[in-house]
């Protein structure tokens, strides 16, 4: 495999990114004085700054790794994760962002008080948001561990540890508007991470006459590839090869890349829809869809927001860095396939984007550079998705938790404690896949918190029972597939699929519930739906 | 949350008057069937891409394919969408909304 270890500017890349970051969140803390500052900045942040901070922890390593990973591997069948994570935004813009924005609520938690006045469902809430914060922050400190340990050879504790304790500091000492701008130069800086090497690459590419990544794939060097996991290899002469991790095989310069059973091969890499059922992509598109809305880190932004004039404009701008965003995997995934063909047989994809430079520009000063600067985006991925999560599971622990004073001291206290749980989780659970985990937060989030948004928002007749009730049985049978999942034997056949992909069943099953249930309790209806509706809907100028 | 007490006679004043319902009714007249028009628009890349395979196979421009097209299409739509909600919602929800202000604040108030 080719690695970056001798690569001198990595290290110092890395390090001056996360300096910086540290640097914009003291220059933050000097602005952030009240509880109100810490938690949604007071509603001071512009559009365009609060749509940078949105793209930038909601493009997550997932999207910047993984996704290149995945069209590497599978074609471009993986457009359908980026257009559902685009798509969610235009649900959340729809449908939430502006009533939520106006019912005047911090966190998740609050709004559930304010719309049902229930303290049982606000504890439901709070369960809910630290867990779906926790199940998204494991992956992204374990992701910077692998990330690290490719580039640098370190050992992958060190990683996760850094992430964890740069985030945590950044967080405790900031807050949330130190976080805003924190976020919005991890956006720009990812940006420029993925674009300016992406631009060289197209430059080589097109002085080597423009090779096809579709077909007659070849090794532009001679490739020693070590094999990680057992696979069934077709070689060009149409001989069958089965191999198992730890062989080691010996390409020339020029030789044809063999076919591997189980990925997207020739003209088929240009379809999507091949591998998978449709019930899988199904359920995914519903996850993505309806995930978003749900995802406490996301939601809490949109309190940052002035009006609702200004949640719409940032809404859309999010969606156009959004959409600028994904186009670069997808360049990275494609010239993958020309430049780092080996990945195809080690299965070890995820590691494109930071191996395409050096392997496609050369190992010279231009192609280290390249590197370090994919290495030090990859990072600010990281960092930054993390930084955003944390605030809002600190900012509801501290209110929920840890007292309802809600004091600087306090928010503190519960980022430390927010934060030190992932970390420990990340160091001792076995490796997790990194976007089937990513998959099943949105599916969480999309069973528990999209049902009680949207109904919440639009339909009267919900109930403080209907609500608890829906986000237990849809929500709860959520968690169990995501603890299944993780903690269970393998399973096969539907059952395996129902639980890898479970928002197609549990979404429906926790709408269905919290209708039916706040129909059967219709007496207990809040005195005050009137006047909160009214609050939800009204426009704000009204000050009512 | 805030702390002021709300005067609940005057939500629901506000939530009797016809204005306030046409609101409603403005806002629901767009976000529900765009909604469906976006997720059918979206549901039909991905059951062409599973049953209609020969046509997303169509090449258009080099290796470019109808598929490809479709995909980068969703991306498109999601925000054009989002841009005329904006649109509308500046130019015919807001004024509404400021004619409500305007009643409940009483001819004196009202600039």
Same mark, same amino acid.
């Given at each position: 495999?080719?690695?970056?270890?001798?690569?001198?500017?990595?290290?110092?890349?890395?390090?001056?990114?996360?300096?910086?970051? %540290?640097?914009?969140?003291?220059?933050?803390?000097?602005?952030?004085?009240?509880?109100?500052?810490?938690?949604?900045?007071?509603?001071?942040?512009?559009?365009?700054?609060?749509?940078?901070?949105?793209?930038?922890?909601?493009?997550?390593?997932?999207?910047?790794?993984?996704?290149?990973?995945?069209?590497?591997?599978?074609?471009?069948?993986?457009?359908?994760?980026?257009?559902?994570?685009?798509?969610?935004?235009?649900?959340?813009?729809?449908?939430?962002?502006?009533?939520?924005?106006?019912?005047?609520?911090?966190?998740?938690?609050?709004?559930?008080?304010?719309?049902?006045?229930?303290?049982?469902?606000?504890?439901?809430?709070?369960?809910?948001?630290?867990?779906?914060?926790?199940?998204?922050?494991?992956?992204?400190?374990?992701?910077?561990?692998?990330?690290?340990?490719?580039?640098?050879?370190?050992?992958?504790?060190?990683?996760?540890?850094?992430?964890?304790?740069?985030?945590?500091?950044?967080?405790?000492?900031?807050?949330?508007?130190?976080?805003?701008?924190?976020?919005?130069?991890?956006?720009?800086?990812?940006?420029?991470?993925?674009?300016?090497?992406?631009?060289?690459?197209?430059?080589?590419?097109?002085?080597?006459?423009?090779?096809?990544?579709?077909?007659?794939?070849?090794?532009?060097?001679?490739?020693?590839?070590?094999?990680?996991?057992?696979?069934?290899?077709?070689?060009?002469?149409?001989?069958?090869?089965?191999?198992?991790?730890?062989?080691?095989?010996?390409?020339?310069?020029?030789?044809?890349?063999?076919?591997?059973?189980?990925?997207?091969?020739?003209?088929?890499?240009?379809?999507?829809?091949?591998?998978?059922?449709?019930?899988?992509?199904?359920?995914?598109?519903?996850?993505?869809?309806?995930?978003?809305?749900?995802?406490?880190?996301?939601?809490?932004?949109?309190?940052?927001?002035?009006?609702?004039?200004?949640?719409?404009?940032?809404?859309?701008?999010?969606?156009?860095?959004?959409?600028?965003?994904?186009?670069?995997?997808?360049?990275?995934?494609?010239?993958?396939?020309?430049?780092?063909?080996?990945?195809?047989?080690?299965?070890?994809?995820?590691?494109?984007?930071?191996?395409?430079?050096?392997?496609?520009?050369?190992?010279?000063?231009?192609?280290?550079?390249?590197?370090?600067? %994919?290495?030090?985006?990859?990072?600010?991925?990281?960092?930054?998705?993390?930084?955003?999560?944390?605030?809002?599971?600190?900012?509801?622990?501290?209110?929920?938790?840890?007292?309802?004073?809600?004091?600087?001291?306090?928010?503190?206290?519960?980022?430390?404690?927010?934060?030190?749980?992932?970390?420990?989780?990340?160091?001792?659970?076995?490796?997790?896949?990194?976007?089937?985990?990513?998959?099943?937060?949105?599916?969480?989030?999309?069973?528990?918190?999209?049902?009680?948004?949207?109904?919440?928002?639009?339909?009267?007749?919900?109930?403080?029972?209907?609500?608890?009730?829906?986000?237990?049985?849809?929500?709860?049978?959520?968690?169990?597939?995501?603890?299944?999942?993780?903690?269970?034997?393998?399973?096969?056949?539907?059952?395996?699929?129902?639980?890898?992909?479970?928002?197609?069943?549990?979404?429906?099953?926790?709408?269905?519930?919290?209708?039916?249930?706040?129909?059967?309790?219709?007496?207990?209806?809040?005195?005050?739906?009137?006047?909160?509706?009214?609050?939800?809907?009204?426009?704000?100028?009204?000050?009512? | 949350?805030?702390?002021?007490? /709300?005067?609940?006679?005057?939500?629901?004043?506000?939530?009797?008057?016809?204005?306030?319902?046409?609101? !409603?009714?403005?806002?629901?007249?767009?976000?529900? /069937?765009?909604?469906?028009?976006?997720?059918?628009?979206?549901?039909?890349?991905?059951?062409?891409?599973?049953?209609? !395979?020969?046509?997303?196979?169509?090449?258009?421009?080099?290796?470019?394919?109808?598929?490809?097209?479709?995909?980068?299409?969703?991306?498109?739509?999601?925000?054009?969408?989002?841009?005329?909600?904006? !649109?509308?919602?500046?130019? !015919?929800?807001? /004024?509404?909304?400021?004619?409500?202000?305007?009643?409940?604040?009483? /001819?004196?108030?009202?600039?």
């Amino acid at each position: 495999m080719i690695n970056a270890a001798h690569n001198p500017f990595v290290i110092p890349t890395v390090v001056l990114m996360t300096v910086a970051t %540290v640097a914009i969140g003291f220059y933050g803390l000097r602005l952030a004085r009240t509880t109100s500052d810490f938690l949604v900045a007071s509603r001071m942040v512009s559009p365009a700054w609060n749509a940078a901070a949105i793209g930038g922890e909601y493009l997550s390593a997932a999207s910047f790794l993984g996704i290149a990973g995945l069209i590497l591997k599978n074609g471009v069948d993986v457009l359908w994760y980026p257009v559902g994570f685009a798509a969610g935004y235009l649900a959340l813009l729809l449908f939430v962002a502006a009533p939520l924005r106006r019912s005047g609520a911090f966190t998740l938690p609050d709004f559930c008080e304010m719309r049902l006045g229930s303290r049982r469902l606000r504890t439901l809430a709070t369960v809910f948001v630290v867990f779906i914060g926790w199940l998204y922050l494991v992956p992204q400190l374990q992701g910077a561990g692998l990330t690290l340990a490719t580039v640098t050879g370190a050992p992958y504790a060190l990683g996760a540890l850094l992430v964890c304790v740069v985030v945590t500091a950044n967080v405790a000492l900031g807050g949330m508007r130190a976080i805003t701008f924190v976020q919005a130069f991890q956006y720009w800086l990812k940006l420029t991470a993925l674009a300016v090497p992406a631009i060289f690459l197209v430059l080589v590419w097109n002085a080597d006459g423009r090779p096809s990544p579709v077909d007659g794939l070849t090794f532009p060097q001679a490739t020693v590839v070590t094999i990680e996991h057992p696979a069934t290899l077709t070689m060009t002469d149409g001989s069958v090869l089965t191999v198992k991790a730890g062989d080691e095989l010996t390409f020339p310069a020029g030789a044809a890349v063999p076919a591997v059973a189980g990925m997207a091969d020739g003209l088929d890499w240009l379809l999507p829809g091949r591998g998978g059922s449709l019930f899988g992509t199904y359920s995914l598109i519903l996850a993505t869809f309806l995930g978003t809305m749900g995802l406490p880190h996301v939601l809490v932004r949109f309190y940052t927001n002035r009006d609702g004039a200004a949640a719409r404009r940032t809404t859309l701008v999010v969606l156009a860095m959004v959409g600028a965003f994904y186009l670069l995997p997808t360049i990275y995934g494609a010239l993958g396939r020309i430049y780092t063909p080996q990945l195809l047989l080690t299965g070890d994809t995820d590691a494109a984007v930071l191996l395409l430079p050096s392997a496609a520009i050369g190992t010279g000063l231009g192609g280290q550079l390249l590197a370090a600067l %994919v290495a030090a985006g990859a990072f600010a991925a990281f960092l930054s998705t993390s930084s955003g999560l944390l605030t809002s599971v600190a900012g509801v622990l501290a209110t929920d938790v840890f007292g309802r004073g809600g004091s600087v001291h306090t928010f503190r206290l519960a980022a430390v404690a927010g934060g030190v749980i992932p970390l420990l989780l990340a160091l001792n659970v076995a490796s997790l896949d990194v976007s089937q985990v990513v998959g099943l937060a949105f599916a969480v989030a999309a069973s528990s918190f999209c049902p009680l948004l949207v109904l919440g928002i639009w339909w009267r007749g919900l109930t403080a029972a209907g609500a608890v009730a829906g986000i237990v049985t849809g929500g709860g049978a959520a968690v169990a597939a995501v603890l299944v999942t993780v903690l269970g034997p393998p399973l096969s056949g539907w059952p395996a699929e129902a639980v890898a992909q479970p928002a197609a069943w549990t979404v429906p099953l926790a709408f269905t519930t919290m209708v039916l249930v706040s129909l059967a309790t219709r007496r207990h209806l809040p005195g005050t739906v009137g006047a909160t509706m009214l609050r939800l809907h009204a426009p704000e100028s009204l000050h009512l | 949350m805030s702390t002021d007490t /709300p005067d609940n006679s005057r939500y629901v004043a506000v939530q009797a008057t016809d204005e306030f319902a046409g609101l !409603r009714k403005s806002l629901r007249n767009f976000i529900f /069937p765009m909604t469906v028009a976006f997720f059918l628009w979206y549901a039909l890349y991905v059951i062409l891409c599973a049953y209609a !395979r020969d046509f997303m196979a169509i090449k258009v421009i080099g290796h470019v394919n109808v598929a490809l097209i479709f995909g980068l299409l969703q991306f498109v739509t999601t925000f054009l969408i989002a841009w005329f909600y904006s !649109r509308y919602a500046n130019q !015919r929800l807001d /004024p509404i909304a400021d004619r409500i202000r305007a009643e409940l604040e009483g /001819p004196e108030d009202a600039k």
